[in-house]
């Protein structure tokens, strides 16, 4: 199982970036699908999470309206969408695999924990200049 992010670089507040994560070693089928995002000096937070099965999303208060995640189980990739980008949201990005169907349950309103996935990146750095 592997997971490569990409996509990261340097971009200005307010403007737009598209994080990918490559899936290989396994098809994406009903698995969840985690972004989580790590600033210098804080601890790791989630960002969003998809079921590839049904698409269900969910998005951590910070950047709800702002990013959007999406599949494309054809090719075995989830996107993060990042829109309107603020200078808060430059970290490192990861993505993660949980296999375990208890990572999807009440998706819709609960963002799994890190603790609930099995195999994870080895992030991408997004910077937001002011």
């Known amino acids: 199982v592997q997971l490569v992010e990409s996509g990261g670089g340097l971009v200005q507040a307010g403007g737009s970036l598209r994080l990918s994560c490559a899936a290989s070693?396994?098809?994406?089928?009903?698995?969840?699908i985690g972004w989580f995002r790590q600033a210098p000096g804080k601890e790791r937070e989630g960002v969003s999470c998809?079921?590839?099965?049904?698409?269900?999303?969910i998005y951590a208060d910070s950047v709800k309206g702002r990013f959007t995640v999406s599949s494309d189980n054809a090719k075995n990739m989830v996107y993060l969408q990042m829109n309107n980008v603020k200078p808060e949201d430059t970290a490192v990005y990861y993505c993660?695999?949980?296999?375990?169907?208890?990572?999807?349950?009440?998706?819709?309103?609960?963002?799994?924990?890190?603790?609930?996935?099995?195999?994870w990146g080895k992030g991408t750095l997004v910077t937001v200049s002011s």
């Open positions: 993660a695999v949980g296999f375990e169907a208890e990572v999807l349950r009440d998706l819709n309103v609960r963002l799994p924990d890190a603790t609930e996935y099995d195999y």
């Open positions: 070693g396994f098809t994406l089928g009903d698995y969840a």
């Open positions: 998809i079921g590839t099965s049904d698409g269900t999303t």
